[in-house]
Every structure is written in structure tokens, then in C-alpha cells.
């Protein structure tokens, strides 16, 4: 069983940056991949990013790449990401989620939040124009 933490979200200018924390307890993220999705009022979920915890591979989303950036820190169990250039419409509630790694051939899969076993409670991000 794994339980995820998300932390650093918050309201934030058109333009400015936040970083978001997912800690995991229970077990380490070893041999797991773990993503982060949003939900902003009346849209679907949608994945934001995901990294193998393995293989340090990364994947994002085309609306965020070159913006953010998710990374690892090994001694902390916890997965960042770093959200630079806020947009209004990066506004939502960001859940971080976690599933066992799937492998290097079938690492594409990482955007199918329906494949993850563990959420976050998720934390608000307001980006105000």
C-alpha cells in the first residue's frame, strides 16, 4: 500500500512559478512510476507528467512541455514538479498518482491515469491573470 502526499500548490500571478511536492509512505517509490494529472472546474482529468522511478525516464504533455518539469529525489521518496510560466489555464486541482513501472517497452502507457492504483488528495493551484 502506498499513501501519497501532495504538497506546494497555492495562488500564484500569471507568470510565476510553484513547485509540487508527492511524498510517498508506506513504501518506497522503487519500482514504481509515478504521474501527476489535473482537473480544472468542468474539464476531465488529464495527464500533466510521469517519470519511471527505475529508469528516470520522463513524459509530459505537449500544453506543458518546456513549462514544467518532474524530477525525483531518491533520499526523500518524492517526486517535484516544477511549474514555471504559470497560465491562468494551468489552473485545476494537480493530483499525483502512482502504479507499478511498466517497463521500458511499455513506458508510453504512463499517460492512462486509469492504469495508476494510487492517488494523492490532490492540491489546488490558481494562477491569476
Known amino acids: 500500500q502506498v499513501q501519497l502526499v501532495e504538497s506546494g500548490g497555492g495562488l500564484v500571478q500569471a507568470g510565476g512559478s510553484l513547485r509540487l511536492s508527492c511524498a510517498a509512505s508506506?513504501?518506497?517509490?522503487?519500482?514504481?512510476?509515478v504521474g501527476w494529472f489535473r482537473q480544472a472546474p468542468g474539464k476531465e482529468r488529464e495527464f500533466v507528467a510521469a517519470?519511471?522511478?527505475?529508469?528516470?525516464?520522463?513524459y509530459y504533455a505537449d500544453s506543458v512541455k518546456g513549462q514544467f518539469t518532474i524530477s525525483r529525489d531518491n533520499a526523500k521518496n518524492t517526486v517535484y514538479l516544477q511549474m514555471n510560466s504559470l497560465k491562468p489555464e494551468d489552473t485545476a486541482v494537480y493530483y499525483c498518482?502512482?502504479?507499478?513501472?511498466?517497463?521500458?517497452?511499455?513506458?508510453?502507457?504512463?499517460?492512462?491515469?486509469?492504469?495508476?492504483?494510487?492517488w494523492g488528495q490532490g492540491t489546488q493551484v490558481t494562477v491569476s491573470s
Open positions: 517519470i519511471s522511478w527505475n529508469f528516470g525516464n520522463t
Open positions: 508506506g513504501r518506497t517509490f522503487s519500482s514504481y512510476a
Open positions: 498518482a502512482a502504479r507499478p513501472d511498466p517497463g521500458l517497452t511499455r513506458l508510453w502507457t504512463l499517460y492512462r491515469s486509469n492504469d495508476y492504483d494510487y
